[in-house]
């Protein structure tokens, strides 16, 4: 099995961002998180490469639906609001992914949230993207520099993700009330 291995063009400290970058050994899972000073979002992003992800035939939009549905157990009082289709690149290539957006709470705070999710079940790779924000909305410049900064090196091309044209947007935030 070819292992997908990850990196990410994202903003840095200098940028006003804290950062952290973990890798799990043997090299099955990459991940990279920070805070944004200016907008106090959080972002992360994480690619796991592992032989039990690899699904032979396997439908990615199925499985990429059922991998964002399980990000939900991760918030407290976790709302789903929204769930699209989303366009993203790799290199030159574009794929598509479930992006969602959600409300929950975190240490009593009430935070709005948004993810992006693919899986290549050929390949047994996933990607997970996620941004929360405490002050109900979104750091879109930060969300599109994570979302399209991920290269996704060594796919085989044999993730079979069923035509349907994605929406090309960035979830939008939640409605408060």
Known sequence: MRSARGSLRAPTAASGATTSETTRSPAT??????????????????????PELVVTGGDDHALSE????????????????ARMELTAANRSESYAGIATTFSASIAGSQVVGRSFVRVWSADGAALSVTQVCQQGAFDTTSWDAV??????????????WPERPPESATPAAPATG
């Open 147 to 160: 979302v399209h900064g991920i290269t996704i090196d060594d796919l085989s091309g044999q993730s079979r």
């Open 66 to 81: 059922h991998w964002a549905t399980s990000l939900a157990g991760q918030y407290p009082d976790y709302r789903q609001t």
């Open 29 to 50: 899972s990459w991940s990279r998180s920070y805070v944004s000073r200016s907008s106090t979002c959080q972002m992360s992003a994480e690619v796991t490469s592992s």
